[in-house]
């Protein structure tokens, strides 16, 4: 078995996923006409099942695509390649899981009536963690200076969708200059998120979140802090517009994500944030923990 084994599942076939399982006429491939979600596992246990598939829904619908499939069905496809992964890995940790559905082959051409039928693929591996060093000293992120994030009248980023090429680019250029994650603006200039995360900060206590109107993935682990964690813990929470010039009045900065949850950020560029054991960030994610912790315990049907 490869060192980096994923399991895949293409319409309820199981198989390596390195083995082709779509045909090179596929929307997904040819346009990125696609959709998806991710997953990952607390205890042995989907998290946020309803929230993340709420989404994909929403995402569909944006799309003009009909999802064929039940989310209960769904589900019992989830468990079937989440068994086969732990089976041929051994591995009983925590898993990331992917879903992408696309809306299927057809002729060449980019009428969405072309299209014969929905295809989904699954993807299973373990669910990434951050390093020692990073838990504790936070990760670097620069600003994008070439590119901007897609205005919600365009491409709108509350979709989530095959086509990352925005992202990708401006993650390039972060990277281009040795940062780990990037902070994409808007035409307007204000931040909106990183490349596959939500971004927020904390000012005198209280932390600070760029509003969806951004321009900004209406993350679940982003809306979990407001609606639950950070009520819980006692800190308060404003959605507001944050610019570049305004980074050096925040003590922290931290991405938010579904599979690394609250991951602490120790500088964007050459401003620096306070990391470490006794931040509002630390703090939110021991909160969080708990939080995934309490829904695992209530949700054994949802064991993979």
């Excluded at 932390?207 to 982003?222: D, K, N, S």
Aim: aromatic content about 8%.
């Amino acid at each position: 078995m490869p060192a980096h084994f994923i399991q895949a599942n293409t319409n309820g076939r199981l198989h390596p996923a390195d083995e082709p399982s779509i045909a090179p006429l596929n929307r997904g491939f040819l346009y990125g006409d696609a959709i998806y979600e991710v997953w990952r596992t607390y205890h042995g246990i989907v998290f946020a099942w309803d929230e993340h598939w709420a989404r994909l829904e929403r995402s569909a619908v944006s799309l003009y695509m009909t999802l064929p499939w039940s989310q209960a069905a769904m589900l019992e496809e989830i468990k079937k390649t989440t068994a086969a992964y732990r089976k041929a890995a051994g591995f009983a940790g925590d898993l990331y899981i992917r879903l992408q559905v696309t809306r299927g082959g057809g002729a060449i051409g980019l009428d969405i009536a072309l299209a014969d039928q929905p295809d989904f693929v699954l993807l299973v591996q373990p669910c990434p963690a951050l390093s020692a060093a990073q838990e504790q000293n936070g990760i670097t992120l620069s600003l994008a200076r070439t590119l901007h994030r897609n205005h919600p009248a365009t491409l709108n980023p509350v979709w989530k969708t095959g086509n990352y090429l925005n992202n990708l680019l401006c993650l390039r250029e972060a990277r281009s200059r040795g940062a780990d994650e990037v902070v994409i603006t808007n035409l307007a200039g204000e931040i909106t998120e990183a490349a596959v995360s939500n971004i927020g900060f904390v000012r005198d206590g209280e932390m600070v979140l760029p509003p969806l109107e951004a321009g900004i993935l209406a993350g679940i682990t982003r809306r979990l802090l407001i609606d639950h964690v950070a009520p819980a813990a006692g800190v308060k929470i404003l959605e507001q517009t944050v610019r570049p010039e305004e980074i050096g009045g925040m003590q922290e900065c931290f991405l938010t994500a579904t599979t690394k949850d609250l991951v602490p950020v120790r500088a964007i560029d050459e401003t620096i944030f306070t990391t470490g054991a006794d931040t509002v960030t630390r703090r939110m994610k021991r909160a969080f923990a708990d939080y995934a912790r309490a829904y695992a315990e209530a949700r054994p049907e949802q064991a993979a």
